[in-house]
């Protein structure tokens, strides 16, 4: 398995609360990478980041922030929580843009 | 932008069958990946294809790299419970330094012992 920590693993928050999710890695890899996973939808990136404090928006990056001050962690940032966030967020990385990447476990977030 | 295009999205199968889903672009790739997901936890890797025409096998799985470029084939032969899942294709972007991947929705698999 790729060493790939997400954390919280589950969390109920209520609406216009603030919820940072972790991702570290042990596999020095430089790209990591949040996904969410929403019925219907699939996996939707929405942000990634290719090396420390290097960051850029996905494709649903709305209502999200991130940080990489370190090449082992990514952290997703949801400043103002709402029902719409309500979903599974897996984290991933990548030794190469483009590539082969790896999937961490999951955090499944609930607004409510 | 680039799409794929997966199909069927859905099928309910009698284990013991086997079992053939395609991924379908509107513009070219050069690489196609293969992710199963299995119930409650992340997508991993079941096969990754490099070159067009390319035919690789894990286990009881093929998949085939079109010769188009622009689709992809995974089947699975004489399917068992454990292979219920969602099987995800996905291939890079040809944007820039930073590509990313694109995804299929997925095609979610039951088995039926």
């Known amino acids: 398995d790729a060493g790939i920590t997400q954390s919280p693993r589950h969390k109920v928050t209520e609406t216009g609360t603030p919820v940072t999710l972790r991702c570290h890695q042990t596999e020095n890899h430089r790209y990591m990478y949040w996904y969410r996973q929403d019925p219907g939808h699939g996996l939707r990136l929405i942000h990634y980041?290719?090396?420390?404090?290097?960051?850029d928006k996905g494709e649903v990056s709305d209502g999200y922030s991130v940080s990489r001050s370190k090449t082992e962690d990514f952290l997703l940032t949801l400043e103002s929580a709402t029902s719409s966030q309500t979903s599974v967020y897996f984290c991933a990385i990548s030794r190469t843009a483009g590539n082969t990447i790896y999937f961490g476990e999951g955090s499944w977030l609930t607004v409510v | 932008g680039q799409q794929l295009n997966q199909s069927p999205q859905s099928m309910f199968i009698q284990e013991g069958e086997d079992v053939s889903m395609n991924c379908t672009s509107s513009?070219?790739?050069?690489?196609w990946l293969w992710y199963k997901q299995d119930p409650g936890e992340g997508p991993v890797l079941l096969i990754a294809?490099?070159?067009a025409g390319e035919l690789t096998s894990n286990g009881r799985l093929t998949a085939q790299f079109g010769i188009t470029r622009k689709d992809s084939f995974l089947n699975i032969s004489a399917s068992i419970p454990s292979d219920v899942g969602i099987y995800f294709c996905a291939g890079p972007t040809n944007a820039g330094n930073n590509r990313k991947l694109i995804w299929g929705l997925g095609t979610s698999l039951a088995v039926n012992p």
């Open positions: 294809l490099y070159k």
């Open positions: 513009s070219i790739f050069n690489t």
């Open positions: 980041s290719y090396g420390v404090k290097d960051t």
